[in-house]
């Protein structure tokens, strides 16, 4: 005894959508998918709008004992392609290693799960998703290490060079009380005439730029501050 034509109609659609899963893995099939001669990617789309199944919870409870992602909240599509590598690991034997350019029902799902491996992106999935994929044995690759900030190859000036030596050797002796013959090797092999260097400075105060006396008023000369 048929209780509806609407019930008689989701029974035959449902019966298309089994068969579409036993080969696919999943009900969010593309909307132009068919089986058993019917349009179920139209079907299952429309089933999945807002309020589609009001007023039918055994429609909902016949989908869901199929397959109970068939609604996810998240992309359809994510979920069509996660299908297939679940289906395509438990074709192996252990970890399966999945490499872009691996397609399943025209997926390409190898470039498909490197992205989702990209830390950026697997922050960015639902607890849902990274609980689905971390199942089938799927981690985050490690951030890669950020590189080192390149040196400045623009040369310094020889003013700039006092101070970086004047910087150093304060550090070194606790002291810019430094002596008139001192020479001052930075790091980079380059020597300086320290002692000379401030006595210049000083004599040429007046011709020094602010910033210039500051640089040096900030190392703790006193007559570059006066």
């Known amino acids: 005894m048929v ?3 609407a019930d008689e109609r989701f029974q ?5 959508a089994m068969a579409y899963y036993e080969q696919h893995w999943t009900l969010c099939a593309p909307r132009s998918a068919t089986a058993l001669d019917r349009p179920v990617g139209q079907w299952l789309s429309n089933l999945r709008r807002p309020g589609a199944l009001e007023g039918h ?3 909902k409870a016949a989908l869901e004992a199929v397959d109970g992602d068939w609604n996810p909240s998240w992309p359809a599509e994510w979920q069509r392609h996660y299908a297939a590598l679940r289906e395509l690991v438990a074709d192996e034997e252990g970890q399966a290693e999945v490499l872009p350019g691996f397609t399943v029902h025209g997926m390409d799902i190898g470039k498909w799960l490197a992205r989702q491996r ?4 697997w922050e960015a999935l639902t607890d849902g ?5 971390e199942q089938l044995g799927i981690v985050p690759l490690a951030p890669e290490p950020e590189e080192p900030a390149k040196p400045s190859t623009v040369p310094l000036s020889a003013f700039e060079r006092g101070v970086a030596a004047l910087a150093q050797y ?4 606790g002291s810019v009380k430094v ?3 001192h020479v001052e090797r930075l790091e980079d092999g380059t020597e300086v005439k320290l002692g000379v260097f401030l006595s210049n400075s000083k004599s040429r ?3 020094l730029s602010a910033d210039k006396l500051q640089a040096l008023a900030d190392l703790g000369l006193e007559w570059a501050a006066a």
């Open 129 to 133: 998703q990274r609980e689905r994929l």
């Open 12 to 16: 035959e659609n449902l019966e298309a």
């Open 179 to 181: 002596p008139r013959a």
């Open 57 to 59: 919870p055994e429609w």
């Open 170 to 173: 304060k550090a070194r002796e």
């Open 3 to 5: 209780w509806s034509l």
């Open 205 to 207: 105060r007046a011709k």
């Open 118 to 121: 990209k830390p950026e992106v």
